[in-house]
């Protein structure tokens, strides 16, 4: 079975700084896609970024971007110019021939 | 707003009885993907319907069930409650049928407190 592991449980930046948020997964699957979803405190889940496993390019959304590697089987979310409003939980998430796998996510709280 | 709504918002009832969360998808989504979010067990898929007919189950308890109808909306059913069963259910949708690449659009979320 699939597997994503989020190390982090909590971590803090400072407004405008950058921030990079962990993700392991464990799959035996060649086909897959990994996403990252905000949840703030409105309980919401708002997808932030989405990765195709074939694509060797980095996925980027304004001031989101992923370092995807593969053969790591790692996926880390970067957080450039940190607001206010990106304190939120964050969960890591897999899909293949299943539905999302998530992991257990990682509290970001924006300090300013 | 996502497109995708569930009602109720909020829902507290007793140990032992049935309740029923309701979902309708964004205009054009086939799929319905049930998940429930608790402290314990962090966000877990339980089940996903396609243009009505069950298309995938993950960690679903056999005291819970769903359906997804005609008109696409779908109701998921959970009987026997524990305390235990206290989450917040999430609705999503996607284009997407056996493929899970279509990004899924979740719904608002109904708080579900057993007491």
């Known amino acids: 079975a699939q597997t994503v592991t989020q190390s982090q449980p909590e971590m803090s930046v400072q407004e405008a700084e950058t921030v990079t948020l962990s993700c392991t997964y464990d799959?035996?699957?060649?086909?897959?896609?990994l996403f990252w979803y905000k949840q703030p405190p409105s309980r919401q889940m708002i997808l932030v970024i989405r990765?195709?496993?074939?694509?060797?390019q980095n996925a980027t959304e304004n001031r989101f971007s992923v370092n995807f590697q593969k053969a790591a089987k790692s996926f880390s979310l970067k957080i450039s110019d940190s607001q206010l409003g990106d304190t939120a939980m964050y969960f890591c998430?897999?899909?293949?021939?299943?539905?999302?796998?998530f992991g257990k996510g990682t509290r970001l709280s924006v300090i300013a | 707003d996502s497109g995708v709504t569930q009602t109720p918002k909020h829902l507290i009832t007793a140990t032992g009885q049935r309740v029923t969360l309701r979902c309708s998808p964004r205009?054009?989504?086939?799929?319905v993907y049930w998940y429930q979010q608790s402290l314990d067990q962090g966000l877990q898929f339980l089940i996903q319907?396609?243009?009505?007919?069950?298309?995938a189950k993950g960690n679903i308890l056999e005291r819970f069930s769903a359906q997804q109808f005609p008109d696409l909306h779908s109701e998921l059913n959970l009987s026997s409650l524990e305390l235990g069963d206290s989450a917040l259910y999430f609705c999503?949708?996607?284009?997407?049928?056996?493929?899970?690449?279509?990004?899924?659009?979740f719904g608002p979320g109904t708080r579900l407190t057993v007491t």
């Open positions: 990765q195709e496993a074939y694509k060797q």
């Open positions: 205009s054009g989504d086939l799929s």
């Open positions: 319907y396609y243009n009505g007919e069950e298309r």
């Open positions: 999503a949708s996607s284009i997407g049928a056996g493929d899970h690449s279509y990004e899924q659009y």
């Open positions: 799959t035996s699957e060649s086909n897959y896609y």
């Open positions: 998430a897999y899909s293949g021939n299943t539905p999302l796998v």
